[in-house]
């Protein structure tokens, strides 16, 4: 059965910041696909080829966001990390805010969530089974 989630996007009002948060953040590349796509649209590089995980695309917002408060309107993606307080440090230093704190799913690791500069929520996890 292949149901596995292959691709994802990220919709910003701001293009450039929005590259610059995920490049500061977690050193993610961009690359232009907008002739491609017919429209301004940016493949996202998360890692290298044959590494775990997936990339996706970076395009503008067709619509108004959510305002705050109001939950998402999206599937959350979550970015696995080695430490998750340096991970967490990188994310503010790029403009990022803490949308929920850092939790311990005991036995088997640290999780938490945060707004991006364009107001996405996105989860950080780090393994860890002495958490708790």
Known sequence: MNNRVVHFEIQAD???RCRSFYQDAFGWRFEDYGEFAGSPYYGVITGEEGAPGINGGLL???????????????????????DYDTAHDRILKAGGQVAMPKTALTGMA?????LDTE??????????ENAG
């Open 14 to 16: 701001d293009l450039v």
């Open 110 to 114: 640290w999780q938490g969530y945060y």
């Open 60 to 82: 503008p917002r067709p619509a108004k966001a959510p305002g705050p408060y109001q939950g998402t309107n999206a599937f959350v993606c979550t970015i696995q990390v080695d």
């Open 119 to 128: 107001g996405n929520i996105f989860g950080l996890h780090q393994a860890d």
